[in-house]
Every structure is written in C-alpha cells, then in structure tokens.
C-alpha cells in the first residue's frame, strides 16, 4: 500500500495547480501500481473523501485540485510499456511525461502529435483527461483524436478498457447505447462542430459514424468518470525536413482573419501573435531589440510546413504568401533550422512573459483558451479586444489561430470583493460573445472550476442533461472530481490570490523593488504553469533529485502563499512546514532566469530564513536557535579573519584536519554533514601574500589610495572569502594575468565581503551591516570608478545583483552593481578592444586543449558566460559546457546535515559523468569554489579557474 501522505506540508504543495483556484487536499498519494490505485480507492471511501487524479498539475482550469484524496502519478506510475513502430502505438501508463514519450519514439522516426506548451512537463495521462493540443494540432489533432484505447479504473475498484467499439464491460455498453440513441440530434448538431470545441464530454464520439469510440468520448472528461490506468495512443511520422513562413499583417485581427485560408496539406502549424506581444518582451531586460528577423507588419502568423526533401518544404512554404495577397504585408521563409529556431524563440518567449504584464503588474487566467470556428476568429477576437476595453482590463491574446484558439491571461484584481465580482461580470460576457461565433468556452484545458459553471450558456439542457447522465454511468455516487463539468462549483469560489489571501504581511529586508516592495505580491508571481518540474534545463536541481512536488520551485511557493494566508499554517515565519519546503532549496537562483515569471526562491528563502529565526540571543541559544551550519558556514569570513590574527594559525588547521578524528570532531561541532571531508586553507590570506608581494603590484590600503603612481589602468580584484582564505590559486593567478595584460591591480585592504554566506543562510542583519562596512572601505575606489574583478561566480553576483535589493536606497551600492566585472568579461572586452593579448594557444599532454567547464549556478542564472567562451576560444581551449545547473554543493547547503545523497544525485545528473567521459588531460574548469569542491569530493579530476587557465597560457608563452 502507498502511503498517504496527509502532512501539511505536502498538502500545502498541491493546494493549487496552473489555476487561480485553491483546494486544500485531506491527503496525496504517489501509487507505483494498479493494485496500489485500487487500495487508495477504498480508502477514500472509507474516509469519505472525494478522489482528484493529478498528473503535472499544470492545468490553468483547476481540473487537478480538490479537498479529498490527490492521486498523482506522475512520480511513480510512468512507465512507457511498449512501443509498437509498425502499428505506429505507443502502451504507456497515465504519468508518463509528453517529451519522455516524444523521445522515446524519437528512435523510430516517430513522434506524439499532440504538443502543449507543458510538454516538458505534462503527462499523457493528464493531457488525455484534459483533451490537450499544441502548436501541431492543425496536423495531427487532439489528444483524444490520437488515443486508441484506455484502461480505467472505477470507484469500485474494477478496471474496464474502452475503445472504439466499445468496452469491456457489457452493462456500460448497453447504457452508453442507449444514451447516444436518446440524443442522436443533439450530438450530431450540437458537439464536434469544430477542432477546438473541448468544452464538456465529447459524447459525440459514441455517434456510429465515429464507431462508437468510448475511449476517445472518456478523453477530457477531466478526472470526474474514473482513473485511467494504461493508455494506448496513436504516433505520427514527423515530417523529415520542414521550413517556416512568418507573414506579417497589419494587426493581429487581420493575421487572424486570414489563418484559416492556411489550412493545406502540409501545414503542420498555424500560429499567431500581434504587436503588443511583441511589445511586451521588449520590456524584458536583454529583449529589447527583439523581433528583429519578423517581417514588417503589426501581426504575425507562424506556418510550419513538412516534407520528405528540403527544397520540396522551403517552396511549399514560399508559396503560403499567395495565399493572402491581398492582406499579407510582409514574409519572410527559412529552411535552415537554427533560423527557424530563432523565429521561434521570439513566439514562444512572448507567450512565456504573458502571465506577467509589461509593466510587471499581475495577469491570470481564467478565459485562458476560449475558441471559435477558425473562419470566425477575426471577428471575435475584434470584439475580444473591445470588451476588455469597455472593462478596463489588460491581456495580450495570441495561440493556435489556425485551429481558431486564443490564449489570454488578463489583469484581473482578486485582492478586493470587487474586483473578483468584475471577474465574473467579465468571465459572463465574454461566454456570452464566444457563444454567438458558436464557439467554446475552452480550446484545449478543459472547463474545471473556471469554465464549467459556463456551459449552460454555450449549450442546451439537452446537452448538459447527456454530460450529466454520461458521468452517472461511470459514476454514480459523483466519487471523482465533483464541481466539475457537472453540477458544477461557482466559478468564483475558493479563488487562490482572492480577498484573504494576505492575512499575514511583512515589512521585509530585500527592496523587492519588482514588486512594489511587497513579499506577498512577490509570493504571487507564482501562477503554477511548472516549468520548475521539467527534467531539462537547470530549474528546479531537488525536483531533479527528487521529483517530489514539495520540493519544486512551484510547491515552495505554494506553502509560502498559505503561511501568509494564514489559514491552515496558522504560525506565520515559525511554520516549521514552510521550513520543511524550503530546506532543499539549493539557492542556485535558476529559478529567477528560467522561471517564465523570474521567480526567485534564493531571496525568498533568504527572507524567510532572516524572519523564521528570532534574532539577537536567541539566534544562538534556545529552542529558536539556527542549526549550527547555518552558523559555522554563515559566520566563515567573520571567524576567518578572526583565526588569521594569531600568524600560523591557518597552516596549524590544516596540518590538525589531516587527522580524521580531529576532522570528524570539528565536523560535529560545528554542524557539519559526516559525510563531507572539509575544506583546506591557505598558508596565508590572499590579501596578506599581495600586501607583500613583489613591487609590479600596487596595494590599496584602507580603501584605495594607491602605493605606486605607475601610469597603467588600475583595476581592483575583489578578495572573496573563498578565495582570499580557501584557493588562493585564482586569485594568484589572475594577478599575474591582469598584470601581464598592462593593468595595475589594486586590492582593497580593508574589512571587506560581499555578505554571501549571511544571506544564503538568512541572516540578513548582518548581510546588511557587512555590505555597508564594505562600501566604506570601497568608496575611494568607487570614486575613482576602477573596475572591479569578481573572481567568485556567487560572490560576484551578489555584487551585481543583491546588493541594490539589500541597500537600494545608497547610490554606493548601485556603483558597485555598475563596475563589477567578471575576469572572462573584462579580459573579453580587452581584448575586442585591441589591448595587449600576452597569451599563446593552450595545449595539454593530450594535444590542444580541451576542457569540460561547470558554470556555476548563479552566473548561469544571472549573468553571462559567454565572454569566458569567447576568452577560451581565443586561447585555442575547445570547451564543452556541462548541461543541468548547479553541482549539487551550493555553498553551505552541501555541507548541511541530511542534504549530502541529494548532492550527490545532482552531480551524478551530469557533472561526475561528464567529466569521467573526459579525454585524458581534458581541463576540467569551474570558476565556483563549490563546484571545485564538489568535483574533488566526487571525482579524481581537480578544477581550475579560467584565471589559472589563462596563467597557464601565459607562462607556456614565457
């Protein structure tokens, strides 16, 4: 028997999906079995609790959420069963994810037609139950139009598989027989009039002319008629080559308006988008010139053409201009890959950026994906556009027009009674509206808790009634996923950011200046569309570990919005389930790149450490107190400096941790995970040794006048903890390098730390004083305005980044964002603009050099690593950039207690292997001294620095 899991903290996690809807579940569960689904049926009825199944929860419509028992398959339950080339079928269980399928096929040519933007997330299962689409929908259909047959269980516990024909189940049959022949009229003018009309069941489907197809009349009834067990879908070939037409209209109406006429052969996709989302992701920082490659016009529709040779897909789509003479404005046709690829990434980052509005105000859905016959589109999204004028509210449409589908999030005001009454008055007549186009009310999400409520305007008693009848002859006791599609709740009941939702606020430490200054406003960014629980990219790194909803970014914010709800977690910042969300949060920061919304867990986290702790004494002592890593870690550059006082003393630790029990002894005090070896030291601080090096050195003593006059460009190297006490190496070495260069290198002598370690641990008072004792020590340099070299990723960041959120009202602060660099970045630039380039090409033992390169987490988040690629290159280094994010150390949270098997499992993810599959005498690079740390702790290789790199090719020249 799986167990339940009924803590608060995991019911927290799935108290919402991709809605605007919240339900708190009386328990989940994650079943591994068929008998293990059929025992957690008996307990729900044993307890009385209604059963919601959930696959990757990224349903916009609240179709996955609900107060009984959640049963989530997408952990445990997705095996891909078989795959059969020849019939061209593919037998897998519900939780299997789109792109897992996808691949899988991949090897035979083969692909799952349907694509919804959550591909990399979604699971068969719940793509099925919501009758999902895609972009390829003009091509190859729905999700039911590409299902053959399911397995389902009932609330009895017996399992029936329907197909077309049929089920397997005599009694079933007969009453569904009888239902279709009760309302032969109604379905046959009433459903399945167009591709997008997925509101309601697809009873339809059960018409002898569509040979009575049960399997495909169960897709999109939304978890509310059983639990689908195994599915056999359909695969198509994909086309071998494509090309790609984006034509240009005047606006999006017109580029609406002329979509249907693109429907032909070989058109495999047919999407559109208007100026304003253009607009939109020119408000992003880095996007401002983006759309650069579209063609003239003020709308734009993307067509995808396939076919078996590239010259027959490029003319193919040369011709679709021809198509709309009269209206296109302007085209422009690609067949090379990488120039599609970039057309698209404009399409698809616009529709990323919609669940926030330009000016960073807060859109959600909730007429999220309401379609239209395509010939109808223009006109309705024309009067679309009007209403939300009259109403005084903002979206910016886009989606399948080909397949005559609009996707909008629109600016809707949940924080007051008013403003959700707006909602509705809004939601009403725009059903009414898409009601005369006789369309419906969703395209591809299924109605849930937004849409359901409005069936009764787009269809007849009639066609309710059979929706009704259909559910009771799966469901008689209304088991599965009641308030949906029939007798459905109110559509503005149990609103997730509604009125309430901020019972607990706070005046916090970091400016949030994206959000007005408010947490809860930030807390809100979070619309649940999970990107945070794909497999690929660096977001989220313990979901990577874990696949545990809790412990995805989306899960995180979850439990943060209740603690300020205050409802359920009733202690506020002492949540200890909070707390529990929260501890594998690896502060990597990818969340606040590839988040579509920038979500940025590292400084929520931040924040909710500095509050959950009580400060003063009770930090240290007390039921209150912080876990001694948070103090041991957190307090490094303070005890560091402490320790170097007594000369010697940083030698005498390590020739004492050179004895395991004296290591093991002080790994216990101070908090530290067994599992770990600690860190060595240098001899002597960075600082110390440049103080007293050779003369070709300038040192900036009590914060920047200078001991030489000599006539070079100075810059000042930052001294990071790391660094400045742990691996001198880089810092060493890029002195030599800087200098060599021509350049004076300065090092502030004074108290000086970017307050890193306080802030990944929360300790934010003392982040704050540290930075402002900082500044002071750094302002003559800032004045002077001297560059300044970060060689720490996570330290340089800070610099770059926090800094300005943690004191944004000092303009020192925002001088030091201004002139931190990085080495790769300033040796770049120097380079690109002619300056002396003492370095000759790199070659190992093994021949040129080759090198496998970690990017620490927080650059690849917040910064940039190009300008080291390009170092690199120039230096004859052929890099290969490890994928996946952090290393699995993350500063101090690799060394805390109970975190050591995840950190493993994340550098097992594609770290050690990389490096293992390595050429002998391959450099392994990693700028992060965590991630040296994690190399040398789980692999034979040792890392570099690119400055040592850069040394090395600088002394192979000398």
Same mark, same amino acid.
Request: aromatic content about 8%; charged content about 20%; hydrophobic content about 40%.
């Given at each position: ?6 803590? %608060? ?32 049926? $008996? ?182 008629? @059983? ?151 223009? $006109? ?50 725009? $059903? ?32 309710? @009634?059979?929706?009704?009848?259909? /559910? ?144 003063? %004494? ?52 101070? @908090? ?82 970017? @307050? ?58 925002? /001088? ?141 020249? /000398?």
């Amino acid at each position: 028997m799986t167990a339940l899991r009924d803590d %608060l903290t995991t019911r927290a996690a799935y108290v919402s999906d991709a809605s605007i809807y919240r339900r708190l579940p009386a328990a989940v569960a994650e079943p591994r079995s068929v008998e293990e689904i059929r025992e957690l049926l $008996a307990t729900a009825r044993e307890n009385g609790w209604p059963v919601i199944s959930r696959g990757g929860g990224t349903s916009v419509a609240g179709n996955a959420i609900g107060d009984g028992l959640v049963i989530d398959t997408s952990r445990y339950f997705n095996r891909i069963l078989e795959i059969d080339p020849h019939a061209r079928t593919a037998t897998i269980e519900p939780g299997v994810i789109c792109d897992q399928l996808r691949d899988a096929a991949s090897e035979f040519g083969l692909t799952y037609g349907p694509d919804p933007s959550t591909h990399s997330r979604a699971t068969v299962g719940g793509m099925v139950a919501n009758n999902a689409c895609g972009s390829h929908s003009v091509a190859w259909g729905t999700s039911a139009q590409n299902l053959v047959s399911l397995t389902v269980m009932l609330a009895d516990g017996r399992e029936v598989t329907l197909d077309a024909g049929g089920t397997s189940d005599a009694a079933l049959d007969s009453q569904l027989t009888q239902l279709r022949d009760r309302h032969l009229a109604m379905l046959r003018t009433e459903l399945g009039q167009f591709p997008r009309q997925v509101s309601g069941y697809g009873l339809h489907y059960l018409l002898s002319e569509n040979g009575f197809d049960v399997a495909k009349a169960f897709a999109g009834t939304e978890g509310t008629c @059983g639990i689908i067990t195994r599915l056999t879908v359909k695969l198509v070939a994909k086309p071998p080559f494509t090309a790609l037409a984006v034509l240009g209209f005047t606006d999006a109406i017109a580029a609406a308006t002329a979509a249907p006429k693109f429907r032909v052969r070989g058109v495999t996709t047919i999407e559109g988008m208007g100026s304003d989302l253009l607009d939109a992701l020119r408000t992003r920082p880095g996007q401002e010139n983006a759309g650069r490659e579209l063609p003239e016009g003020g709308g734009w529709l993307y067509c995808e053409v396939g076919a078996d040779t590239q010259e027959a897909a490029f003319e193919a789509a040369r011709a679709l201009p021809g198509l709309v003479e009269e209206t296109v404005v302007d085209s422009v046709v690609v067949g090379d890959p990488a120039e599609a690829r970039a057309l698209w990434r404009i399409r698809e980052a616009g529709a990323g950026i919609v669940t926030r509005l330009p000016d960073g105000g807060e859109a959600w859905p909730g007429w999220e994906d309401s379609a239209v016959p395509p010939q109808h589109l223009g $006109a309705y999204l024309k009067d679309l556009y009007a209403l939300l004028d009259e109403m005084d509210l903002r979206g910016i449409p886009f989606g399948h027009f080909g397949e005559g589908c609009v996707h909008i999030r629109i600016s809707f005001d949940f924080n007051t009674d008013e403003g959700v009454a707006h909602y509705r008055r809004f939601i009403e007549r725009a $059903a009414e509206l898409v009601h005369r186009y006789g369309g419906s009310v969703s395209g591809e999400h299924g109605d849930g808790r937004a849409r359901s409520e409005l069936l009764s305007t787009i269809y007849s008693d009639e066609a309710r @009634g059979a929706f009704a009848r259909f /559910k009771r002859i799966f469901d008689p006791d209304n088991f599965f996923n009641p308030g949906v599609v029939v007798d459905p709740e109110p559509l503005d009941r149990g609103i997730r950011p509604g009125p309430g939702a901020r019972t607990f606020e706070l005046t916090p430490v970091h400016a949030f200046s994206a959000d007005d200054g408010s947490f809860g406003q930030a807390i809100n960014r979070c619309v649940g569309v999970g990107a945070c629980r794909s497999d690929s990219g660096a977001m989220c790194p313990s979901f990577h570990a874990t696949h545990d909803e809790v412990h995805s970014t989306r899960g995180r914010m979850r439990s943060l919005a209740e603690m300020l709800r205050g409802e359920h977690i009733t202690d506020g910042w002492k949540s200890k389930e909070t707390y529990e969300a929260l501890d594998l949060c690896l502060s990597c920061k990818a969340c606040a790149t590839e988040c579509p919304v920038n979500v940025d867990m590292a400084t929520y986290k931040a924040e909710f450490l500095h509050h959950h702790f009580r400060q003063g %004494l009770s930090s240290f002592v007390g039921k209150d107190r912080r876990p001694m890593a948070h103090l041991t870690m957190g307090w490094m550059p303070w005890l560091m400096k402490l320790v170097t006082r007594v000369p010697g003393s940083l030698r005498a630790v390590n020739f004492l941790e050179r004895f395991r029990p004296i290591e093991e002894l002080t790994k216990k005090l101070g @908090g530290i995970e067994p599992k770990r070896r600690m860190i060595r030291f240098n001899d002597t601080p960075l600082t110390s040794w440049f103080k007293t090096r050779t003369p070709q050195g300038a040192v900036a003593r009590g914060g920047g006048r200078a001991a030489s006059s000599a006539e070079k460009p100075s810059v000042v190297l930052w001294p990071d903890t790391f660094t400045n006490f742990s691996a001198d190496g880089p810092g060493k070495a890029a002195v030599a390098v800087l200098e060599a260069m021509g350049y004076r290198v300065l090092m502030p002598m004074g108290n000086v730390c970017c @307050g890193l370690t306080w802030h990944s641990t929360g300790q934010l008072d003392m982040t704050r004083r540290t930075l402002l004792q900082t500044l002071d020590v750094m302002e003559p340099l800032l004045e002077a305005g001297y560059p300044i070299i970060g060689l720490e990723p996570s330290c340089t960041v800070m610099l770059q980044h926090d800094i300005t959120e943690l004191l944004p009202d000092d303009p020192r602060a925002h /001088k030091v964002r201004a002139l931190t660099v990085t080495l790769g970045e300033f040796s770049a630039r120097h380079a690109e603009d002619g300056g002396d380039w003492p370095f000759d090409t790199l070659e190992t033992h093994a021949g040129p050099g080759t090198a496998v390169c970690q990017v620490h987490c927080h650059e690849k988040a917040q910064g940039d690593f190009t300008p080291e690629l390009r170092v690199l290159e120039k230096l004859g280094v052929d890099t290969a950039v490890v994928g996946g994010g952090c290393c699995g150390l993350a500063g101090n949270w690799g060394f805390e207690p109970g975190h050591h098997e995840i950190s493993q499992t994340l550098g097992e993810r594609n770290l050690f292997p990389a490096i293992r599959a390595a050429g002998p005498g391959s450099i392994v690079l990693a700028d992060g001294f965590s991630c040296r740390t994690q190399i040398a702790q789980g692999t034979d290789a040792e890392g570099v620095h690119l400055a040592q790199v850069m040394y090395a090719a600088l002394r192979a020249e /000398k």
